[in-house]
């Protein structure tokens, strides 16, 4: 887990640094989803009431990326212009 918080923690500044024309916004929301997935399983494999907390400070990290992914998609599309940029 904290191997993927830690990959998902360098992505997710990867995409809010990077150009986003240099970047594919199908699979970065793909990346996001696959991860919320992840988490999802992981809690599935706890036992009926025990928690952890880093899986559920890196479930918010993911959640927290997650809802934006329609503006990753717009800002990604590959129509948009340096007029649309201005």
Do not use: C, P
Not at 5 to 25: G, I, M, P, V
Not at 35 to 49: A, F, H, I, S
């Amino acid at each position: 887990m904290w191997t993927n918080r830690d990959e998902f923690s360098r992505l997710r500044h990867k995409w809010y640094t990077e150009n986003y024309k240099d970047q594919n916004a199908e699979e970065i929301v793909k990346i996001m989803t696959e991860y919320r997935k992840g988490n999802n399983d992981m809690k599935l494999k706890m036992l009926q009431g025990e928690t952890d907390e880093v899986l559920e400070a890196f479930t918010d990290e993911v959640n927290d990326v997650i809802q934006h992914k329609d503006l990753f998609i717009a800002f990604g599309n590959k129509a948009m212009q340096a007029r649309h940029w201005k």
